[in-house]
């Protein structure tokens, strides 16, 4: 009886997601006859409005969401490096589950450079240190790097880093010492090479870490330690 429930309920959560993505396929489909959509992202909602139509199976639908984000993160990256939708997608995750800790930390650390967009990683960075995650303290250390390399905002750059650094989990000794050298503005390339080594080694996302690997090579320090990176 219990097995039964189970394959029953996942039925009912299948038919629930993709039912949610047929409808909105044939919503773009009208959209479509004034902007043209890529048959690619016919699955992509328009803005986490769609919730009430995924009878409660939003955080399902946003898990499905994020695999097609990575797919098509992965792809782009090794063809033409374009990324027009990369942006929208992490929005519409984020908002659809807030708990989802790896959509926060890709779109906090990618989102800028890889879209040129580094209001909207200050955007998702903010949205994640609001929410109840346990790993807090490395959204607010990425804000602060975030508020550093893009905004030349020191100051909060070092609040940002120095309240990580009061959050549990967080090696404490390292970040104060960074928060420090950053409120006492250090050498800016030597300080950005650190952040990026200090981001690499603290990231479980294999598409950040790889990402981050191939820039700290590029740096003089990653020249040195190329071949320690894994």
Not at 64 to 93: A, E, N
Request: hydrophobic fraction near 45%.
């Amino acid at each position: 009886m219990r097995r039964k429930k189970i394959v029953f309920a996942i039925a009912i959560l299948l038919c629930a997601v993709f039912g949610g993505i047929i409808f909105f396929q044939n919503r773009l489909s009208v959209m479509s006859k004034t902007f043209q959509v890529p048959p690619s992202m016919a699955y992509l909602p328009e803005s986490e409005k769609i919730r009430p139509w995924l009878l409660g199976f939003h955080t399902a639908f946003a898990d499905f969401l994020w695999i097609k984000t990575t797919l098509y993160f992965g792809s782009h990256l090794l063809g033409d490096r374009q990324f027009p939708w990369l942006v929208h997608m992490v929005d519409i995750v984020t908002r659809l589950n807030p708990y989802f800790y790896p959509a926060f930390e890709f779109g906090g650390l990618l989102v800028p450079e890889i879209c040129n967009n580094p209001v909207a990683g200050r955007i998702i960075l903010e949205r994640g240190v609001c929410a109840p995650l346990e790993k807090k303290w490395k959204l607010y250390f990425y804000l602060g790097m975030l508020q550093y390399k893009y905004f030349n905002d020191y100051e909060k750059a070092a609040l940002c880093i120095a309240t990580a650094a009061q959050l549990p989990g967080a090696p404490k000794d390292k970040l104060s010492s960074i928060a420090e050298s950053i409120y006492k503005k250090a050498s800016p390339s030597r300080s950005a090479d650190k952040l990026l080594m200090f981001m690499y080694a603290t990231s479980e996302n294999p598409e950040v870490r790889r990402y981050l690997r191939d820039k700290i090579k590029e740096t003089p320090i990653g020249g040195s330690r190329g071949n320690d990176l894994h």
